[in-house]
């Protein structure tokens, strides 16, 4: 991406971060955020503005297992949804298998009276042939009960709150990925009225302590450019930039109860 920029402000030393920190508070449609670092008050602040209706767009990346590096941050109900629904073929399969079952422990109480019975009074042949029933019926009745223990009534689904996309850092060893590329931009957009570019993450440090670079951007024409390609880095589905698939990383932090 390129662009001309007519009206911008350029900060730089510590604490140049307080004026963005107050125009994301300010937000009255829709912040988007891109940042591969961020930690949890920020995290906050943006589930604040979401809960006023302010649209959110949250880009950022995942480093040594932690998502913009959040350190014990517990994403469930916060940030990504756990959905239930019934499934009622799965149901029905459940009720059957459980007939089968209490027809199996029948069958298996007659093979083993029979057993009982052709020991005293039948020759072996009945003998082996009870007991060969029997062992079956019984290799049945725990392959059946296995099948019922793994049958699930229900699956499950995951949503995020608010458009998030995670890219996996391409050191991640933890998680097998594709990346070549790691997110390393900054850019925030409020309102698209106003836009930030720099070296600040989206953290307290980079906003509030650290020696940044940070670029305040009005111009109306590059700040569409600006939101244009971070839609576009959103939408990427390229495995150049391998991300975190949604219902992936809700079955890793979610139980799935087998019920």
């Not at 030393?13 to 508070?25: F, H, M, T, W, Y």
């Not at 996309?165 to 933890?174: A, L, M, T």
């Not at 720099?198 to 590059?222: K, P, V």
């Amino acid at each position: 991406m390129q662009a001309a920029i007519k009206d911008a402000t350029i900060h730089m030393g510590p604490s140049v971060g307080k004026q963005l920190l107050e125009d994301i508070r300010s937000a009255r449609q829709e912040v988007t955020v891109l940042s591969p670092f961020l930690n949890e008050e920020q995290m906050h602040l943006l589930l604040q503005l979401h809960a006023q209706n302010v649209r959110i767009t949250l880009i950022t990346t995942l480093c040594h297992n932690m998502i913009g590096n959040l350190q014990g941050y517990d994403f469930r109900e916060k940030l990504i949804k756990q959905y239930r629904r019934k499934n009622h073929d799965a149901e029905q399969k459940k009720e059957s298998l459980k007939g089968i079952i209490t027809f199996l422990y029948f069958a298996l109480t007659a093979f083993v009276l029979g057993c009982i019975y052709t020991y005293f009074y039948y020759y072996t042949y009945a003998q082996i042939c009870m007991l060969f029933l029997t062992v079956l019926t019984l290799i049945v009745l725990f392959a059946t009960a296995a099948e019922l223990r793994n049958t699930s009534v229900y699956y499950y689904s995951y949503r995020t709150i608010f458009p998030l996309k995670i890219f996996i850092d391409p050191g991640n060893q933890r998680i097998k990925n594709s990346s070549k590329h790691f997110i390393h931009a900054k850019a925030f957009i409020i309102d698209q009225k106003i836009a930030y570019l720099g070296s600040a993450d989206f953290t307290c440090l980079s906003l509030s302590s650290n020696y940044e670079s940070i670029i305040r951007i009005e111009d109306r024409g590059a700040i569409q450019e600006l939101h244009s390609e971070i839609m576009r880095l959103y939408k990427s589905t390229s495995k150049d930039m391998d991300f975190v698939d949604t219902e992936a990383w809700g079955k890793m932090i979610y139980d799935e109860p087998l019920k």
